[in-house]
T-cell receptor, first 114, second 115 residues
Framework: GAGVSQSPRYKVAKRGQDVALRCDPISGHVSLFWYQQALGQGPEFLTYFQNEAQLDKSGLPSDRFFAERPEGSVSTLKIQRTQQEDSAVYLC????????????FGSGTRLTVV | AQTVTQSQPEMSVQEAETVTLSCTYDTSESDYYLFWYKQPPSRQMILVIRQEAYKQQNATENRFSVNFQKAAKSFSLKISDSQLGDAAMYFCAYRSADSGYALNFGKGTSLLVTP
């Protein structure tokens, strides 16, 4: 596609519910990144994929967070048993290389846990 | 982890004027990359400009330029001939050249452009 597509754009979840956020990167982009952006803050790194391999998951805040990219294209970020502190915008980005030239970001999914 | 500091939560500029946004960072590395991203209300982060630490020449992209002071660990963004469409959150970011893949972002500066 022309850009990085994320869905849904908005998600409201009840505390304790599981959610799945989807990212469709630019076709042919090897690298895929997930970031979490809390209100009034800059984005914080969650995880990085090179093709289907998850090379860095050091930013995932707890074992309730899980990401996958099984065929090296579309990625899903799953959050189990959501908590109020999980409320944030989740941004996905992709790049042709390892990201040294910058990424192309999607418009994010705003998750609100009530 | 490298820390990126943006000390100006909000800035205001009149249309057609020039504004400078500040960014400092803390690192012990000698090779790295620095970025400025713009985030309008649509939430999509848009790359404005990029600087490689080993290049002494300051990067320029049309009306956007940087003042990169490596010894001072400073990376400010200058926007010339400001336009209404420049209004957005601006984030400074650091990326190591050798370790890790993450961009480390500052907290952002909200830029208001007045007619």
């Amino acid at each position: 596609g022309a850009g990085v597509s994320q869905s849904p754009r908005y998600k409201v979840a009840k505390r304790g519910q599981d959610v799945a956020l989807r990212c469709d990167p630019i076709s042919g982009h090897v690298s895929l990144f997930w970031y979490q952006q809390a209100l009034g803050q800059g984005p914080e790194f969650l995880t990085y994929f090179q093709n289907e391999a998850q090379l860095d998951k050091s930013g995932l805040p707890s074992d309730r967070f899980f990401a996958e990219r099984p065929e090296g294209s579309v990625s899903t970020l799953k959050i189990q048993r959501t908590q109020q502190e999980d409320s944030a915008v989740y941004l996905c980005a992709s790049s042709l290389d390892r990201g040294v030239y910058g990424y192309t970001f999607g418009s994010g999914t705003r998750l609100t846990v009530v | 982890a490298q820390t990126v500091t943006q000390s100006q939560p909000e800035m205001s500029v009149q249309e057609a004027e020039t504004v400078t946004l500040s960014c400092t960072y803390d690192t012990s590395e000698s090779d790295y990359y620095l970025f400025w991203y713009k985030q309008p209300p649509s939430r999509q982060m848009i790359l404005v400009i990029r600087q490689e630490a080993y290049k002494q020449q300051n990067a320029t992209e049309n009306r956007f330029s940087v003042n990169f002071q490596k010894a001072a660990k400073s990376f400010s963004l200058k926007i010339s001939d400001s336009q209404l469409g420049d209004a957005a959150m601006y984030f400074c970011a650091y990326r190591s050249a050798d370790s890790g893949y993450a961009l480390n972002f500052g907290k952002g500066t909200s830029l208001l452009v007045t007619p």
